[in-house]
């Protein structure tokens, strides 16, 4: 992970924010070839989702109409979706180290035994676990650890006795850190020029609500009928205790959802369709190997708005800094028709909100189907599966990006930089830049050259040489083979578009 991030920083992918005044923690820029590798990945979701046609589980074609919901909206939403009063995340602090973290991100290892040492580590973080291990070692001057004795709790399994002992990840004396307390997650602000309760609001900690809210406004303007669904890509905020693991855990974040409002009757049938659907376009966009899983939640991890029996699933990606486990990309849930009739209460519009259904002559409250999937961790899980290391390139690592996803879809050289051959590539980088980012390049060897787009996971490279002047052929090279292969020059944009599926 280490050499995934400072790749990262050194080809722009990705930067500190505010980095010249030493940054400020968990929140990240994108830089030039991120910006793109990003705006791809969004891009691809809602070209696929959205404007694409989409048969559902009958065949049928799926409705589904985006919108753009604003990142400040009436206090009010917020108390009705439960985040005022319930959006919280247990929070311990460590009197030895002044650091902070999420309790039900702590794992406890020791024994369960009186007066027995206990050391504290960050759950899927093998780094903090090998320094748990260490120093336990260490304390009962042993040489290794028994499986049998030696158990991993959660920390919020620790009794007040137990805690006396235990030592934080990063501190060195038992008993530092403190009891949990509920720490609520959302970012707050004020509007006007009066700062008061009165003028207080929030910054969105998901995008869902802004799409409830305006569910009947979408009814009255368009003519989508249930089975319909409403999409959305957007920023939002969370005040994370304990933000970690580069961009994966972040305090602002970009999600990209839908909401899909259906009859309470079909909630199986769709939920198994967007489980399966989301799950396959991960795959398409080049997480196809066993990096991704889909995973069914338990009956312990349904969230507040799930039904007892409501299905909820995440599609998951095993970054390195969760392996051998899986961190989550995407989640697919049934809401039932928690949030319709939580905004229908507490707005005075019970009603109004609701769908009245003339197929079936039905006034009723539409249950959801929800896909909600973090764009911010799907870029990073490309950048982690297409980071191969290759000791036979001059950079020693290249980046495997599906064409669809690469930030440079082709580089431009000409050879050498003189005889009319930056003049021809020139004239070809300017052909394709009217419909893709392509690089031009005439300076430093060929070598540095592959090696630069390479690091930038640039699929395709096209270079004039002196036979390019001769017949108006070119040498495409491929990323991931090396090989090199001859072609018109006129064929050039075909060529490439055929294979960036364009």
């Known amino acids: 992970m280490e050499e995934i991030v400072s790749l990262c920083r050194r080809r722009g992918f990705i930067f500190g924010s505010s980095e010249i005044y030493g940054g400020i923690n968990g929140f990240w820029d994108y830089g030039p070839l991120g910006a793109e590798l990003k705006r791809n990945l969004k891009s691809a979701w809602w070209e696929d989702m959205v404007l694409r046609e989409l048969a559902g589980p009958d065949g049928t074609p799926v409705d589904i109409v985006g919108v753009d919901c604003t990142i400040i909206m009436n206090p009010k939403v917020w108390v009705a979706s439960g985040h005022v009063g319930g959006f919280n995340d247990p929070m311990v602090d460590c009197r030895e180290s002044k650091l902070r973290y999420r309790a039900d991100h702590l794992m406890a290892l020791g024994a369960v035994e009186p007066r027995a040492r206990i050391q504290v580590f960050l759950e899927n973080d093998a780094d903090s676990l090998a320094r748990a291990e260490k120093a336990l070692l260490k304390y009962e001057r042993r040489d290794s650890l028994d499986a049998v004795r030696h158990l991993v709790r959660p920390f919020t399994a620790l009794s007040a006795e137990e805690r006396a002992h235990a030592v934080g990840p990063d501190a060195k004396e038992p008993g530092t850190l403190t009891e949990p307390r509920q720490f609520n997650l959302m970012f707050e602000t004020f509007v006007g020029a009066i700062r008061d309760e009165d003028s207080k609001a929030y910054l969105r900690p998901e995008t869902a609500q802004g799409i409830f809210a305006n569910f009947q406004n979408v009814l009255d303007s368009t003519r989508v009928r249930v089975p319909f669904g409403i999409a959305q890509?957007?920023?939002?905020?969370?005040?994370?205790?304990?933000?970690?693991?580069?961009?994966?855990?972040?305090?602002?974040?970009?999600?990209?959802?839908?909401?899909?409002?259906?009859?309470?009757?079909?909630?199986?049938?769709?939920?198994?369709?967007?489980?399966?659907?989301?799950?396959?376009?991960?795959?398409?966009?080049?997480?196809?190997?066993?990096?991704?899983?889909?995973?069914?939640?338990?009956?312990?991890?349904?969230?507040?708005?799930?039904?007892?029996?409501?299905?909820?699933?995440?599609?998951?990606?095993?970054?390195?800094?969760?392996?051998?486990?899986?961190?989550?990309?995407?989640?697919?849930?049934?809401?039932?028709?928690?949030?319709?009739?939580?905004?229908?209460?507490?707005?005075?519009?019970?009603?109004?909100?609701?769908?009245?259904?003339?197929?079936?002559?039905?006034?009723?409250?539409?249950?959801?189907?929800?896909?909600?999937?973090?764009?911010?961790?799907?870029?990073?899980?490309?950048?982690?599966?297409?980071?191969?290391?290759?000791?036979?390139?001059?950079?020693?690592?290249?980046?495997?990006?599906?064409?669809?996803?690469?930030?440079?879809?082709?580089?431009?050289?000409?050879?050498?930089?003189?005889?009319?051959?930056?003049?021809?590539?020139?004239?070809?980088?300017?052909?394709?830049?009217?419909?893709?980012?392509?690089?031009?390049?005439?300076?430093?060897?060929?070598?540095?050259?592959?090696?630069?787009?390479?690091?930038?996971?640039t699929p395709y490279c096209f270079t004039i040489d002196g036979e390019s002047l001769k017949d108006q052929t070119v040498t495409v090279r491929h990323r991931d083979t090396q090989a090199q292969e001859r072609i018109g020059v006129d064929r050039v944009e075909a060529w490439l578009a055929e294979r960036l599926g364009a």
């Open 233 to 457: 890509i957007g920023k939002a905020f969370r005040n994370e205790v304990t933000p970690r693991n580069f961009t994966f855990r972040s305090r602002e974040f970009e999600q990209a959802e839908i909401e899909f409002f259906i009859h309470p009757s079909s909630a199986n049938e769709w939920y198994a369709f967007w489980r399966d659907q989301r799950y396959k376009w991960w795959q398409s966009i080049g997480l196809a190997g066993d990096n991704l899983t889909l995973r069914e939640h338990g009956r312990d991890e349904l969230a507040h708005y799930a039904k007892e029996g409501a299905g909820c699933c995440d599609v998951e990606y095993r970054f390195p800094f969760t392996a051998p486990g899986f961190g989550e990309l995407e989640g697919v849930a049934h809401r039932s028709d928690y949030d319709l009739r939580q905004h229908a209460e507490h707005s005075g519009k019970r009603d109004k909100m609701k769908y009245f259904d003339q197929e079936r002559s039905e006034r009723y409250f539409p249950h959801v189907i929800e896909p909600s999937g973090g764009m911010d961790r799907g870029t990073l899980a490309l950048l982690c599966e297409a980071y191969t290391p290759d000791a036979t390139r001059p950079s020693g690592v290249f980046m495997k990006f599906h064409p669809r996803m690469a930030p440079v879809k082709a580089g431009i050289f000409p050879l050498v930089n003189k005889d009319g051959m930056p003049e021809m590539a020139e004239k070809l980088s300017r052909q394709l830049r009217t419909r893709w980012l392509v690089e031009f390049d005439p300076k430093q060897s060929i070598g540095k050259r592959y090696a630069r787009m390479d690091e930038a996971g």
